[in-house]
């Protein structure tokens, strides 16, 4: 299994709150992607990060901001949650190449009271 | 607008059988195609692949068969095994590195 881990597993908040995900990997991969899912959508890609301090949106970025300090470390901070933010949220890396598989963690559940 | 599409939420199908789930997509620029498949409380794991310029992919008990004319594809498991019960996830890739995701099917493999 690739080494990803991602903090907390859980988390309750309420609306208005920020709140930070943390995505930790152990392979040294260049790319980092933060997707939601949510039923009847499927995974669907908020941001992603092709490096160091490099990051861009994806399908569903607004509300939601990332940074990439270190190689390993890929963070979803949320400013402000939403109830519409409740969701599963998984991060996931690949290594070089465009066809590289995408790894996934364990995931996230939020849930935005 | 979603460009990934699974239109079959569920498939139920007794072990030993095969199971065929389906995967249409709209975007022509997608050129290669993968698979994944989640268990409940965790990530999704990669299945299969497929590029267009191919139009069948094997492993194992796992086909992947694609027919760009009609931008349909769909996962082929035979013999199903009860460990295959989860939610298969279809997913598309244009030109560079982001991922279309379907809604997913679930997949139930009967004793």
């Known amino acids: 299994d690739a080494g990803i881990t991602q903090s907390p597993r859980h988390k309750v908040t309420e609306t208005g709150t920020p709140v930070t995900l943390r995505c930790h990997q152990t392979?040294?991969?260049?790319?980092m992607y933060w997707y939601r899912q949510d039923p009847g959508h499927g995974l669907r890609l908020i941001h992603y990060?092709?490096?160091?301090?490099?990051?861009d949106k994806g399908e569903v970025s607004d509300g939601y901001s990332v940074s990439r300090s270190k190689t390993e470390d890929f963070l979803l901070t949320l400013e402000s949650a939403t109830s519409s933010q409740t969701s599963v949220y998984f991060c996931a890396i690949s290594d070089q190449g465009r066809r590289a598989t995408q790894y996934f963690g364990p995931g996230t559940r939020l849930t935005v009271l | 607008d979603q460009q990934v599409k699974q239109n079959s939420p569920s498939l139920s199908v007794q072990e030993g059988r095969i199971s065929i789930l389906n995967c249409d997509y709209t975007?022509?620029?997608?050129?290669?195609f993968l698979w994944y498949k989640k268990y409940p409380a965790e990530g999704p794991t990669f299945l299969i692949s497929?590029?267009?310029?191919?139009d069948k992919n094997e492993d194992g008990r796992f086909t992947v068969f694609l027919n760009k004319s009609a931008k349909h594809l769909s996962l082929h498991i035979v013999p199903s095994q009860p460990g295959d019960s989860a939610v298969y996830f279809c997913a598309a890739m244009a030109g560079d590195y982001k991922l279309s995701f379907g809604a997913g099917t679930t997949v139930t493999v009967r004793a």
């Open positions: 975007n022509s620029m997608f050129d290669y």
């Open positions: 392979e040294n991969h260049r790319y």
């Open positions: 497929i590029s267009s310029i191919k």
């Open positions: 990060s092709y490096g160091v301090k490099d990051t």
